[in-house]
């Protein structure tokens, strides 16, 4: 009996050892500092619908953070590379001031070019998680090239129409705790990077020529593949979402995207910096847009692209770092 009393005796002593073991991790718990306010990209209230409804937006679980407006029935729908996702709701407020009867009907997409392209494939229709809805673009904004290129094909219509142009920076953390400087730097096997994939991302054909510039095939192949390959470079789907937010969350520490974006970034007061890239190695893009084949509203998509060229669509681009674009 004695024997059992003890044994009684042990396994509550065991399990009052565990209840303060567990109170204290609990305490410690709620003593630790919460996660930073800044651990995700701002994302902004920049739909053009009037009536939002039940908002229902969880940021990294439920969020459609590159498609904006009411699909019900828009007057203008606008497909654009998401490089300057972040100068489209003061652009579209602009036009709206000047064009009263599109107040809450403009529809628009800020996702990579090559999934646009897919998307005109597709008649408009597009998937994100588990909602799938169509809506066929009537202008279409990507780099130069592409734009001609979807011309040729038959899937935009009329001339390309350019508007600004853009150059490649390497977005760090603000700070630049790894003191990255060149390009050179970018192969360094302990240095972590997020690099846009260039079967997705028109950028990163831009990225593959200045890193030609700076170092050759070699450089290339060391940040394309060779890092890809060990796991201390990961390529992205959405570059203008993803770099800064691994960046943030110190999954990585540079990566190569537009130099509007990080102006962006530090503008908002986001943990980041850029590096600049010399002339020498930096590539210039050339920003463009066209009407899309059968566009819904032709009419619509000239007045989006003669304001696209306007001083004033010009002068919300400035302030990101865009120049206006000069056939010369």
Do not use: C
Not at 123 to 147: C, H, P, Q
């Amino acid at each position: 009996m004695s024997g059992k009393l003890l044994s009684l005796a042990g396994a509550a002593r065991a399990v009052m050892a565990g209840a303060i073991l567990l109170a204290a991790a609990q305490s410690a718990l709620a003593q630790a500092p919460g996660p930073e306010p800044n651990v995700l990209p701002p994302r902004a209230a920049d739909s053009d619908a009037l009536d939002r409804g039940a908002d229902f937006t969880v940021p990294q679980i439920d969020d459609l953070a590159d498609f904006h407006g009411d699909l019900s029935d828009p007057k203008l729908v606008l497909y654009v590379g998401g490089n300057y996702f972040f100068a489209m709701a003061p652009l579209v407020q602009a036009f709206e001031a000047a064009h009263p009867d599109f107040k809450g009907r403009i529809y628009w997409e800020t996702i990579p070019p090559g999934f646009l392209a897919e998307q005109l494939r597709a008649g408009g229709r597009i998937t994100s998680g588990n909602m799938t809805w169509t809506v066929k673009a009537d202008a279409y904004f990507a780099e130069l090239r592409g734009v001609n290129a979807l011309i040729a094909q038959g899937l935009l219509t009329g001339s390309a129409v350019p508007y600004v142009t853009n150059e490649l920076t390497i977005m760090v953390r603000k700070g630049n705790p790894k003191r990255i400087s060149t390009l050179v730097a970018l192969a360094r096997p302990n240095l972590r990077l997020a690099m846009p994939n260039p079967e997705f991302e028109g950028i990163g054909r831009q990225i593959k020529e200045s890193l030609g510039k700076a170092g050759g095939e070699a450089l290339i192949k060391a940040v394309y593949e060779t890092k890809v390959a060990n796991g201390s470079a990961m390529l992205t789907r959405v570059h203008h979402r993803q770099i800064p937010l691994f960046l943030m969350q110190d999954a990585v520490d540079a990566g190569v995207t537009w130099k509007s974006e990080a102006i962006f970034q530090e503008q908002i007061g986001t943990p980041i910096f850029h590096v600049d890239i010399p002339d020498a190695q930096n590539t210039t893009a050339i920003y463009a847009g066209a009407e899309v084949a059968g566009a819904p509203h032709p009419q619509a998509a000239w007045a989006w692209l003669d304001f696209i060229r306007s001083s004033e669509a010009l002068a919300i681009f400035e302030r990101y770092g865009f120049r206006p674009y000069d056939a010369k």
